[in-house]
C-alpha cells in the first residue's frame, strides 16, 4: 500500500504564491496526480509527474522528487476561486498497477 | 463532450435498505472506477473495471457491496442492506486504460452523496 501525507489545511490571500506538500511511502511507485476538488464537486486533474522535475501548467505548477518521496503543488496568483481541497494521489506499481491512492486532501483557504 | 455521469445525486435511507447508484463513463473509456470518500478524507478505490471485467476489486466489501458492467459501459454499484456507516459520497470515475503514462488520467463525476438513518 501507500502512505500519503499532506498539511490538512492552509490559509493564504489573494494574489499571493502557496505550495502544498505532499510526502508519500510507497511499495511501487508509477506517478503522481494533483486533483482539485471544490466543496460538493468532483475532483478535477491539475498535474501528473513521473519524472523528477517540475512541471508547470499556467498559474499551476507541481515538483516530484522520487528519491525523496516528496511533491509539492505551486499555486501562483492566487484566486478566490482556487478555494478548494487539494489532493495528492500516488499509483501503485504493483499487482494493482493503475491503483490511486490519495491522501486526505489539502483544505485551502484564499482571503481577499 | 459529456464528462462522467452519476445518478443521483442524493440519496437518503433508512439502515437495512439497499440503495443503488449508477454511471455511465466518458465514450470511449474501457476503464471504471468506484471510489468511497468519506467527509475530509480521499477517495478510496472500491473497484475498478476494465471493460466488463473486474479487475481489481480487493477493497469492496462483498458482503453488502456488489457492482456490475454487463455491456463494459455504464456500471451499478449496489448495497444491500446499508448501514450506518455507509453514509459518504460514491464517485465515478473513468480513464482510457488504466495503463501508465501521460493522457491516462482519471476523470470524476460527481458523485452520490449517501445519508443512512
Given at each position: 500500500g501507500q502512505n500519503i501525507d499532506q ?15 505532499c510526502t508519500y511511502q510507497t511499495s511501487g511507485f508509477n506517478g503522481l496526480f ?35 518521496g ?17 489532493l495528492c494521489a500516488v499509483r501503485d506499481r504493483g499487482s494493482t498497477l493503475g491503483r490511486l491512492y490519495f491522501g486526505r ?8 | ?32 472506477y468506484?471510489y468511497l470518500q468519506n467527509?475530509?478524507q480521499g477517495p478510496e478505490l472500491l473497484i475498478r ?6 479487475v481489481d476489486d480487493s477493497q469492496l466489501p ?36 488504466s ?19
Amino acid at each position: 500500500g501507500q502512505n500519503i501525507d499532506q498539511p490538512t489545511e492552509m490559509t493564504a490571500t489573494e494574489g499571493a504564491i502557496v505550495q502544498i506538500n505532499c510526502t508519500y511511502q510507497t511499495s511501487g511507485f508509477n506517478g503522481l496526480f494533483w486533483y482539485q476538488q471544490h466543496a460538493g464537486e468532483a475532483p478535477t486533474f491539475l498535474s501528473y509527474n513521473v519524472l523528477d522535475g517540475l512541471e508547470e501548467k499556467g498559474r499551476f505548477s507541481s515538483f516530484l522528487s522520487r528519491s525523496k518521496g516528496y511533491s509539492y503543488l505551486l499555486l501562483k496568483e492566487l484566486q478566490m476561486k482556487d478555494s478548494a481541497s487539494y489532493l495528492c494521489a500516488v499509483r501503485d506499481r504493483g499487482s494493482t498497477l493503475g491503483r490511486l491512492y490519495f491522501g486526505r486532501g489539502t483544505q485551502l483557504t484564499v482571503w481577499p | 463532450e459529456a464528462g462522467v455521469v452519476q445518478s443521483p445525486r442524493y440519496k437518503i435511507i433508512e439502515k437495512k435498505q439497499p440503495v443503488a447508484f449508477w454511471c455511465n463513463p466518458i465514450s470511449g473509456h474501457n476503464t471504471l472506477y468506484w471510489y468511497l470518500q468519506n467527509l475530509g478524507q480521499g477517495p478510496e478505490l472500491l473497484i475498478r473495471y476494465e471493460n466488463e471485467e473486474a479487475v481489481d476489486d480487493s477493497q469492496l466489501p462483498k458482503d453488502r457491496f456488489s457492482a456490475e458492467r454487463l455491456k463494459g459501459v455504464d456500471s451499478t454499484l449496489k448495497i444491500q442492506p446499508a448501514e450506518l456507516g455507509d453514509s459518504a459520497v460514491y464517485l465515478c470515475a473513468s480513464s482510457l486504460t488504466s495503463g501508465t503514462g501521460w493522457g491516462n488520467e482519471q476523470f470524476f463525476g460527481p458523485g452520490t452523496r449517501l445519508t443512512v438513518l
